[in-house]
């Protein structure tokens, strides 16, 4: 056993096994970081790229250990989502963030931000997905209207079980939007099939927007496809005003990036939650 095991290391490089070793102690450390309190949910304001007016937020997941310090939800999402993790967390973060913007809802008459949150593909596989998302507007009183459940395109293309699933959430209202458009997939014929609502234009065209005449041209063409289609588009990590400005000129309706704000806890986002602009 002793000589399999030396024999087995070699197949990697080293830094592969540090790798698992590392994600082998996030999994387990992951395991108790709900119950002690060490997941927050941060926002990110979405914003109308015409006139800078915040219309929803996005929830992203922050994770800091008390020993390990704050650790990327691009190295724990994926652990979370091999160890089966991902779908009390999940919920968690939409249950927060649902609950989060219901409260900016009723501090100001008339706001009406919506809560746009991350459903990772093992979600999709639940089951009962459906029953709980209903469940989780319900407890918040966030109208269904004001939810985007934000999904990859490989999920949603991988995972045909989960089309029913998403039907049956935009009958009641809730919109889809896919995430890091342009990256995954190559054939759009999925897209006049599937239950989807806005496209996401992934970061990476977008920050080639003003310096490379292909990254401007996907973006436009993503941007031509959903008006096409009837689909909102959302461009994402907006970083420069010239960005912001082109996009606009695009005919991308909302933008989010730290251009206009960086994801932030709730309480330092009170004050930007009503109708002013953000710039
Ligand atoms: P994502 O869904 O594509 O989220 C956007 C990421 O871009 C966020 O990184 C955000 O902080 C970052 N970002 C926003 N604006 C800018 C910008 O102007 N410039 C740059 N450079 N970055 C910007 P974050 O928060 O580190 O999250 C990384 C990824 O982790 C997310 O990518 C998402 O895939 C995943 N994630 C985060 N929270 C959750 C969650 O609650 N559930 C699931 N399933 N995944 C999550
Ligand atoms: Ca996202
Ligand atoms: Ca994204
Ligand atoms: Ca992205």
Redesign the pocket.
Known sequence: AKRSGKHLVKLYEPSMVDRRARDGVLAELLGDALHAGELQ??Y?PLVDLSDGRPVGV?????WHHRDLGPV???EF?PVA?RTGM?TT??LW?LEEACRQVRAWQLRRPGCRIYAS????PR?LQEPTLVGDVLAVLSRTGLPATDLVL?I?ESAIVDEHAAVPALADLRAHGVRIAI??FGTGYSSLQYLTRLPVDVL?I??SFV?QLDSTPEGAAVAEAVIRLGQVLGLRTIA????TPAQAAELQLLGCGHG????FA??MPAADLDDMMGTAPIR
């Open positions: 949910v941060v990110q996005e929830a992203l997941v922050r990327s939800p691009m999402i989502e991902i967390l999940g973060v949150v991350n459903i990772s979600q934000e990859t995430d890091d996401k992934d970061r920050s994402e990590g907006i970083e989010q990036g730290y251009l960086r994801p």
